[in-house]
């Protein structure tokens, strides 16, 4: 893979990044507002996606020709679409769990950042100890949301909502931390190769003479 299609790949997973992060923000916002209503729409757009992407991988598998035994498309297809009408049809069972979903998210996330902390901290990058105080803020509150001192759902869902923001916003961010470090990291690289090649000119110059 050369430069150019890394660059392009990483252009990609930047955008994807961002979009993704966008969409954490907006749940979050969602949550905080309609915090009654937000489990059942929820549960009906996984429904629907679930359901919109299993016939999407059936469709796949009979568009598909010459490929024997290779595919499995067809169950997983059937798999989605059967799992994703249930909740359409049923959303109350996946409802009542999907606090503990989101914050099970939020937490797998946090992790993520403590993980990225320490990496930054390996590479004496500045600004570490305070991506380190966000992962542990995100870990804090998704520790209170899986003890739920509120009582009530309704400020359970609000308090997601605020950690999801307040998640999402870290990211982008830090994305942007990142983006400025890589830069750096690319010049600094490009300016030792300038002098490698201006000391080995002169080198060359030497023994012309």
């Known amino acids: 893979m050369n430069t150019n299609k890394i660059k392009k790949k990483a252009v990609e997973v930047t955008k994807e990044f961002v979009i ?25 757009i996984i429904g629907v996606i679930l359901s919109i992407w299993g016939l999407f991988k059936v469709i796949e598998y009979f568009r598909i020709k010459n ?3 290779g595919s499995f498309s ?18 109350d069972f996946l ?9 099970m998210i939020l937490f797998i996330g946090a992790i993520m950042k403590l993980q990225y902390t320490f990496e930054f901290a390996r590479l004496k990058s500045k600004g570490w100890t305070i991506q380190a105080v966000g992962a542990v803020l995100v870990i804090a509150a998704c520790i209170i949301a899986f003890l739920n001192p509120f009582g009530a759902a309704d400020f359970l869902m609000i308090f997601i909502g605020i950690s999801l923001i307040f998640d999402g916003v870290w990211d982008l961010i830090t994305m ?6 890589v830069k750096n990291i690319e010049k600094a690289i490009k300016s030792t190769h300038e002098d490698e090649e201006m000391v080995d000119a002169e080198y060359t110059d030497e023994d012309k003479d």
């Not at 409802?95 to 914050?103: D, E, M, P, R, Y």
């Not at 942007?176 to 470090?181: A, D, E, M, Q, R």
């Open 74 to 91: 067809l169950v997983q297809g059937c798999a989605l679409l059967g799992f994703g009408i249930y909740i359409l049809v049923s959303p």
């Open 95 to 103: 409802a009542a769990i999907i606090a503990i979903v989101l914050n």
């Open 20 to 44: 993704l992060n966008i969409g954490i923000v907006l749940l979050g916002i969602f949550l905080v507002i309609f915090p009654k209503l937000s489990s059942s729409i929820i549960c009906y």
């Open 176 to 181: 942007i931390y990142v983006s400025k470090f």
């Open 67 to 69: 490929e024997f035994f």
